[in-house]
């Protein structure tokens, strides 16, 4: 996790840090690293719980928007300040970050094999992503 963390914040900081991002290089250094942690994800965790990073994926569209929207607004910006291509690494690293999380959830509530609880887990998941997302939108709500 601490892995994916550092690249997605380098991610992060070169699509939005600077005035205009060399988009070959965020999208050489993003996509080369996106690509290895699609291979081993799929290696390490199969194609079952991948899918997981669809349904990550579909919950991200609101998340993402939400969230890099509210870091954003940190730094007196917005998502709408930047075409939709600068966005496309971050917002993919945010899908692979959340796939982590969702397996480690799994790990620490011992409900990879108990079905039952893996149930309640990724039910929980769901809602408490979507009533985070839902604030957040709320607080960076448009601006007047």
Do not use: C
């Not at 997605?8 to 290089?25: C, K, M, Q, R, V």
């Not at 050489?28 to 899918?51: P, T």
Request: proline share 3%; hydrophobic share 50%; charged share 15%.
């Amino acid at each position: 996790m601490l892995h994916m963390l550092g690249f997605g914040l380098s991610g992060f900081f070169l699509a939005y840090g600077g005035d205009t991002p060399d988009l070959g290089f965020l999208y050489a250094h993003g996509g080369i690293a996106i690509l290895v942690y699609l291979v081993f994800y799929l290696v390490l965790f199969g194609v079952d719980q991948v899918k997981w990073m669809l349904i990550n994926a579909g919950l991200g569209i609101l998340g993402i928007h939400a969230q890099i929207g509210w870091i954003l607004g940190r730094f007196g910006k917005r998502v709408e300040d930047y075409p939709w291509f600068v966005h496309v690494v971050p917002f993919l690293y945010y899908i692979l970050y959340t796939f982590l999380l969702r397996q480690f959830l799994l790990d620490i509530t011992r409900s990879r094999t108990d079905a039952q609880r893996r149930a309640w887990v990724e039910s929980g998941y769901v809602v408490v992503s979507l009533l985070a997302y839902a604030y957040l939108l709320w607080r960076t709500g448009p601006r007047q």
